[in-house]
């Protein structure tokens, strides 16, 4: 069964879904502003970290029991399965290093996981709520960072982040090998609908998807020089004013 007979891609209940994530990450990310406390930042941090691995665990529990899906199937290798747990550790230390690539792994993942899901089950089921939390929360995660601990991307950020995707998936390709799996999709696409469709068949739509990888973490970095150009411009503007 596709993704388009599961869960018709941006038709009411998928669009309601997204709009939900919308108003819960708002509400989330706006808590310790509403938390009368001194320590509300790190309180929500650790709080959203433990969810997000408590119902992550949950969910691979899920698929192994309500799905029969063997262990190595349900491996938190894919890159946001990777980022669901190093989320929470960056959350709970406030590791900046950690940052640098899960801003990029997880917006740009989670937001393409959420717009194309490769789902097994349809609304409401139990595992089809998991995926987009996890997602979903990933995505928190990167943005509670940069609301409350400053973090910002830099060009290095966007190197490193390239560099350990490339690495990874050099990683993982013997992993997909020996254990009959398809992780980071390098064996074969998703099952339901993806822009991997419009890139032709193994092995050529891999370079594609490299491609678009990159496109959306440069995409992702962009903002960041030109409104450091936009406030620098402002403030030297500012300083030519005070002087005059």
């Avoid at 190197?159 to 980071?184: E, H, R, S």
């Amino acid at each position: 069964m596709s993704d388009e007979q599961i869960l018709p891609l941006f038709g009411f209940t998928h669009c309601t879904i997204l709009m939900v994530i919308v108003v819960l990450n708002a509400i989330i990310l706006l808590l310790p502003k509403w938390m009368a406390s001194a320590k509300a930042v790190s309180h929500v941090a650790l709080a959203l970290a433990m969810f997000m691995i408590i119902q992550e665990i949950a969910d691979r529990t899920g698929h192994h029991v309500l799905r029969d899906v063997s262990l190595t199937q349900i491996l938190p290798l894919h890159l946001c399965g990777v980022a669901v747990f190093l989320v929470p550790v960056m959350l709970v230390s406030q590791s900046y290093t950690l940052f640098e690539v899960l801003y990029f792994w997880g917006i740009g993942g989670a937001s393409v996981s959420l717009l194309t899901p490769d789902l097994a089950f349809p609304f409401p089921h139990p595992l089809t709520i998991t995926f987009f939390t996890s997602h979903a929360f990933i995505i928190t995660g990167v943005l509670y960072a940069m609301i409350y601990y400053g973090f910002r991307p830099r060009a290095s950020s966007l190197l490193k982040a390239i560099i350990m995707t490339v690495a990874y998936a050099a990683a993982v390709a013997p992993v997909n090998i020996l254990l009959g799996t398809n992780y980071l999709y390098i064996c074969e696409k998703p099952r339901g609908f993806s822009v991997l469709d419009f890139l032709g068949p193994w092995p050529w739509y891999l370079p594609g998807m490299a491609a678009i990888a990159l496109a959306v973490f440069a995409l992702l970095y962009t903002p960041f020089p030109l409104l450091h150009r936009f406030f620098a411009n402002h403030r030297t503007g500012d300083s030519q004013e005070t002087a005059e």
